[in-house]
């Protein structure tokens, strides 16, 4: 069986590793292979180099490398490098950046420098984080290098900065007037996305961000048409519990687009494609769009076997609404 | 009074240590300036960051930075960044960078990712470095990207390799048949480097290699002319004691260019601008050519102290003949 995720960071990169650890515990699923799309509109050039926080979240999460306390960057990195180009005034600061981590971003450039795609590049990535041993493929959700940016306006009249500005340095306090994707007009969908929507047993989509992570997503040349398309049942997860984000500011960035924070709303962004929808028992009585399947469970990820129950959760409904 | 120097690595940087703290100590010369023209032949881009290792060695050293047992790199550096270059297969991984260092060489290709040039890059660095309140103004030999090849024969047929795979991998130990510097052809002399020669009161050549670091130098289009025009006295130190290296292999080198590893040879090289020779006491018959000053004198650097009383000793010699 094959199941197609759409992944942010942090939320998305938990959920799935709960995914890959429930599939490995249930005996008739162990051999279903998981192909992951990774949100690139926060990826940033920092010092010259390429960084693309949600696929490294990813891959240093499902590879067991991932700072747990933090939910991104390398466990028990250093900050040598950093505090080096501090020295020498490198801006910008506010980003941290680890050593170890630092090695993945300029592997990267590096790569990308020699021409190969993004997609050439994650792969090696994957490789290094034992991906295909655990059944995973990652993929970018397109090779085309494009950035999230927010226009805000903190007192001298609108403008844009960098998502990565705004969420990271900003906390996203400051209100998004709305979310511009910079080099979108010209992106197409990464090899083998499309495909993996259209072939998938089961789409999910975990509890990233509905905006700036899925949203993002969404946006790519063909993914909607083909998760519309799709013979797979999808399923989403509420990234919100009782009508608060998790994590993260989804909240902030509802706000920016006109939507209410409740899980109700968000499934309603995913309504033209959406058939399952798993909330928080606090949610239970979310109302859905016709035709939506709506389950409800605890939904807080708090470990390794709570994240791998909900995964198993939404992944048993999705096989529901496939027998139907 | 101004002093000029054309410096390699680790012998240079420590000799120009050594003037720069002679001349904090003698009263009469202590506002004397010191313009350093730094070998860039070195020059490599490893995983696609530009490394300029003479150029950084002079800044640490003189800085108060760098790993006084290894005479290059950052004292007390970490390794977390080249580990996970490993980690990743990336080559090559004979040549060692500690995460400090890569702070330079990420700061360094940003900035001249961004159009600055590498005289630019070089002035930011020494100014991180303090080196203008140590009276020290760094340039490198040209801003033109350049490279010294090395040709070599290991049992199939000549081949060029980058200088420093011969000089760090291969330990100099293949003869090498030739040294070609790639993108010389097209090389013009850094701003303020010609100048810096003509309008000095003393030139000094430290103990550098003279064939891949003097050598280079003195290959930049004009540098040679303006050694020879120049009012100043030009002083030399042998990098030789007793016809043996101090360190590195300026030996292998030298046989590469059909030269003898002597003091009298290595002056040889410089016959057409020198006018003063330093050597080692066990060197104190070496034949000089017409119209060069020799004098002998201990020139083991064996620390600071001694360093400097060999630079104000060349100072002294070029003084001397400025005299005259």
Redesign the interface.
């Known amino acids: 069986m094959h199941v197609t995720a759409l992944s942010g960071g942090v939320g998305g990169a938990r959920f799935l590793r709960g995914l890959t650890t429930y599939l490995a515990r249930t005996p008739d699923l162990a051999d279903t292979t998981v192909t992951i799309i990774g949100n690139t509109g926060d990826d940033i050039t920092l010092?010259?180099?390429r960084v693309c926080p949600d696929l490294d979240t990813l891959l240093y999460t499902l590879g067991g490398g991932v700072h747990e306390g933090q939910g991104w960057g390398r466990a028990a990195?250093?900050t040598?490098?950093?505090?080096?180009?501090a020295?020498?005034?490198?801006q910008p600061q506010w980003f941290g950046l680890?050593?170890?981590d630092?090695?993945?971003h300029?592997?990267r450039?590096?790569w990308l420098?020699q021409g190969q795609s993004l997609s050439q590049v994650t792969a090696?990535?994957a490789t290094?984080w034992g991906l295909s041993e655990r059944g995973v493929t990652l993929l970018p959700m397109t090779d085309t290098p494009v950035e999230t940016h927010v226009v805000i306006d903190d007192g001298e009249g609108p403008r844009a900065v960098h998502f990565q500005e705004w969420w990271v340095r900003l906390r996203a306090a400051v209100p998004a007037q709305r979310f511009v994707v910079v080099g979108m007009e010209r992106a197409t969908a990464a090899p083998g996305v499309l495909d993996a929507i259209r072939r998938a047993d089961v789409v999910l989509l975990p509890p990233s961000n509905p905006v700036v992570s899925v949203g993002i997503i969404l946006g790519v040349p063909g993914v909607r048409d083909a998760l519309r398309g799709t013979q797979a049942p999808v399923v989403g997860v509420s990234p919100l519990v009782a009508g608060r984000p998790v994590r993260g500011h989804a909240d902030a960035c509802l706000q920016a687009i006109g939507v209410e924070t409740t899980s109700a709303a968000v499934a309603g962004l995913y309504a033209d494609f959406l058939t399952g929808w798993l909330v928080d028992d606090r949610d239970a009585d979310t109302q859905v769009p016709a035709g939506v399947t709506l389950r409800h469970r605890p939904l807080l990820m708090r470990d390794l076997d709570s994240a791998a129950e909900i995964a198993g959760e939404a992944l048993r409904l999705g096989l529901d609404l496939r027998r139907r």
Do not use: H, K, Y
Not at 80 to 85: D, G, I, N, P, S
Not at 87 to 90: F, K, N, Q, S, T
């Open positions: 010092f010259g180099l990195d250093t040598a490098v950093q505090t080096e180009l020295a020498l005034g490198v680890g050593d170890r630092l090695g993945t300029i592997a450039s590096m420098g090696r990535l290094r």
